[in-house]
Nanobody, 126 residues
Framework: QVQLVESGGGSVQSGGSLRLSCSAS????????MAWFRQAPGKEREGVAK???????YYSQSVRGRFTISADNAKNTLYLHMNSLKPEDTAMYYC????????????????????WGQGTQVTVSS
């Protein structure tokens, strides 16, 4: 049974940093495409970043240059390092995993990822 558990969310001031973690069980993070999504109240879910088994990464325009996605094989954990946080980054953040191994699908659509964590809240104040 696949289980993804996020942690690391919290409240920070604008310009601050956070590191989100997603611990996996029943699933090998570095053998699949993994991604982070977020959803703010009243808004649609938004893809943030993805990483494949070769370490290829992709970021949405809104976070490129500020966020870094990575995966640790030994710890079977996915990370999202978030720097220069802005109030508009406030959202519930979810990690997700694909079924197909190794490569990521084109784009960053939630429907391509069947495995999801429960989410961790990030709040950025101005």
């Amino acid at each position: 049974q696949v289980q993804l558990v996020e942690s690391g969310g919290g409240s920070v001031q604008s310009g601050g940093s956070l590191r989100l973690s997603c611990s996996a069980s029943g699933y090998t993070t570095t053998h699949h495409c993994m991604a982070w999504f977020r959803q703010a109240p009243g808004k649609e879910r938004e893809g943030v970043a993805k990483i494949d088994s070769n370490g290829y990464t992709y970021y949405s325009q809104s976070v490129r240059g500020r966020f870094t996605i990575s995966a640790d094989n030994a710890k079977n954990t996915l990370y999202l390092h978030m720097n220069s946080l802005k109030p508009e980054d406030t959202a519930m953040y979810y990690c997700s995993g694909s079924i197909a191994p190794w490569t990521c699908p084109d784009g960053l659509r939630g429907t391509d990822f069947p495995y999801w964590g429960q989410g961790t809240q990030v709040t950025v104040s101005s």
